[in-house]
């Protein structure tokens, strides 16, 4: 798997440091300490054309709305059908959040 090959102590506390972020104004702050503006985008960037894949939009439509490549779009592609679910799960977490804030407005 690899998953695997990531594994280490680096990267452990890089991902428990994200975890330990109280809210989205911490993960503004870490982030921009962290990774240039052009990473952040990329990181986003990838995160949403995984979304509209997984909503059945098309290729041109997500490179017209997200200004992504379509080597980036196939790249989020496979990761979605052969990879290890992290987009399933953490867009489903943020929309499960996110219709649960509305039924508390």
Do not use: P
């Amino acid at each position: 798997m690899q998953i695997d090959k990531l594994r280490g102590k680096e990267l452990d506390q890089l991902f428990e440091a994200i975890l330990n972020l109280k809210d989205v104004e911490e993960c503004y702050q870490f982030f921009d300490d962290l990774c240039t503006m052009n990473e952040i985008q990329s990181l986003a960037q990838r995160l949403e054309v995984a979304r509209m894949l997984m909503g059945g939009d098309t290729y041109q439509r997500i490179e017209r709305d997200t200004g992504a490549s379509t080597a980036t779009i196939s790249r989020v592609k496979r990761c979605i059908n052969y990879g290890n679910d992290g987009y399933k799960f953490a867009l489903e977490r943020v929309s499960d959040q996110h219709k649960e804030e509305l039924k508390s407005e």
